[in-house]
Structure formats: C-alpha cells, structure tokens
C-alpha cells in the first residue's frame, strides 16, 4: 500500500479502529484488505480498512468481514431519544464509546448510568468494543463514588432489558447504585427484589 492510500484510508475512518473504534493517538493503527489477497483481494482503496493492531491480529487473513460499517453505526443517534442529547453538563465521566451521568431520579445517593454513545435499544445489543468501554467506566465511576463518598460499601448494578422487565428509555443504560450499611433492613438477595416475594429466599 502507498503512503498515500494509508493516509486516505486513515482519514475516511477518522483515525479510528474500524471495529473497536479506539483512536490512532491510543493505539497505532494499521491499514490492511478487507478481502485478503490469498482469497482474490485486490490492493484498491477500496479494498482496504483501519483497524488497531490488536484487531488486526485476531483478524488476520482469513477473515473478509468488512469492519467499516460497524465504524460508522457508532455515529447512529435518535433525534428524539434523550440519551441520545443529553446535556454535557450532565456528563460526569465519558469514553469514546460511552459515557456516564448521575441517575435524574437516584435510589440512593450517587446513583449513575453508564450510556453508549451509539444508540441501542439494550444491553443484548452492544458490540464487544462497547462491553468492554461499559465495564472500563463502570470501574472508573465505581472508584470515583468510593473517593467521594467513605460511606458507600457496597454497589448494584443492573439494567432493564425490554418493556416487561421496566425498561421506559430504549436506549441501553446500565445503572451504578451505590449501597451503604443500614441503608434498609435487610439488604439479602439484593438485585432479586425486582419481583418483590423473590427477594428473600
């Protein structure tokens, strides 16, 4: 490939991987076929992709999938969903892939939700890239509330997958509730309180 279809090919992907979307100032990006050569690929413009050099190597030359694709679908918002504008002064912590926001109506104090970026109706529907962005700022924010709050001694996390399961924002979000000791009775069986007479067992 010449420099300058590496550049092109770079630059069309905005110096993103492809399919994990992390940017070239991260790790080092390299350009190679979307249909290898051994299987008939040509060395067009066309015929070439982005991505980190870990993506790259799991690929390798037996794969043609074209990643480009996946690249821009991390772009797709809803105009009228509201994880999709929420305000940026809403923004506690963020990723190039999600972000995170203090929940507007909080179980506890502290409460936050961790937000892909693209929009998706749920969890079941995130890429790998995205599981793996989701739980590195799940991670980050827990170790911020720590810091900021001695009390907090314990965490649930959770999501709603589906109208039936209490989900009112179809727009995958993952909640962060922070728990402290005494902060109700008898906290046996935790996330099982969904359905109320489940949660003692």
Do not use: W
Not at 52 to 77: G, L, P, Q, V
Not at 97 to 109: F, M, N, Q, S, W
Not at 135 to 143: H, T
């Amino acid at each position: 490939i010449t420099g300058t279809d590496r550049y092109e090919v770079l630059k069309r992907a905005k110096f993103h991987c492809e399919l994990c979307g992390i940017s070239a100032d991260k790790k080092a990006l390299e350009v190679d076929h979307i249909l290898p050569r051994n299987n008939g690929g040509q060395d067009e413009l066309s015929n070439y992709q982005a991505l980190c050099y870990s993506c790259n190597s799991m690929k390798r030359d037996r794969d043609d999938t074209d990643f480009r694709d996946i690249a821009e679908s991390y772009k797709h918002r809803e105009k009228d969903c509201l994880f999709c504008k929420i305000e940026k002064n809403r923004v506690i912590a963020s990723n190039e892939l999600c972000y995170a926001i203090r929940d507007g109506y909080p179980v506890t104090e502290h409460h936050a939700l961790i937000i892909p970026h693209r929009h998706v109706a749920d969890y079941f529907g995130l890429y790998q890239s995205e599981l793996n962005a989701v739980n590195q700022m799940i991670n980050q924010v827990k170790d911020d509330i720590k810091k900021l709050d001695s009390s907090v001694t314990g965490f649930n996390i959770g999501m709603n997958n589906g109208e039936d399961a209490g989900q009112t924002i179809f727009h995958c979000h993952i909640h962060l509730i922070p728990r402290r000791k005494g902060d109700v009775e008898n906290p046996k069986g935790g996330v099982r309180g969904v359905i109320a007479d489940k949660q003692k067992y």
